[in-house]
């Protein structure tokens, strides 16, 4: 079965999307259901526009991963770690992508253009998007646990959630 994942980007990682969706696509048998921004000038509009539309395809359970770029990252993964129930993560290194799945189930990865080349980018991608949650690991359940309950408290869970967000 092939893994379902959205894509967005802004103006500055249009280009580099543009690689990583056809890398996905040839080389990790990925079914794109969701490109938010299929052109250079849907790139340019709103980044909080995308990142709505990110995150509330996963939370409907359209895709279960995502793929967020722009100049650093470090816009879209503060954007999008304000929706309840999403996980996303602002890496640059294998390391650090492989255990933002494995160890907090990140499901959305961000990447900054103006930080990785594209081939070391497809080695990000491919570290975090091979690695799935290990819930034989008792720690990263049981933080996984404490993190919904803090969002619980903080975060309003939309009426439109349609699976467990990866909770339960």
């Avoid at 490109?35 to 995150?55: L, Q």
């Avoid at 816009?75 to 129930?85: E, P, Q, S």
């Avoid at 602002?90 to 990447?111: F, G, M, P, T, W």
Wanted: proline share 3%.
């Amino acid at each position: 079965m092939k893994t379902k994942i959205a894509l967005g980007c802004d103006a500055v990682g249009y280009d580099l999307k543009e690689e990583l969706k056809k890398y996905l696509k040839e080389e990790k048998n990925a079914e794109i259901v969701l490109d938010i921004n299929p052109t250079i000038e849907k790139a340019s509009g709103s980044p909080a526009e995308t990142t709505t539309i990110m995150c509330e395809a996963i939370q409907k359970d359209q895709c279960r991963l995502g793929l967020l770029i722009c100049g650093t990252g470090i816009g879209f993964c503060h954007m999008a770690n304000c929706f309840w129930g999403i996980r996303a993560a602002n890496v640059s290194d294998c390391y650090s992508a492989e255990r933002a799945r494995k160890s907090a189930d990140a499901q959305i990865l961000c990447l900054g253009a103006r930080v990785l080349a594209p081939e070391a980018a497809k080695k990000v991608l491919d570290a975090w998007y091979d690695e799935p949650f290990s819930w034989t690991r008792e720690s990263s359940v049981k933080n996984k646990k404490f993190f919904q309950e803090i969002e619980n408290r903080q975060l309003e869970k939309p009426d439109f959630i349609s699976w467990g967000m990866g909770y339960e």
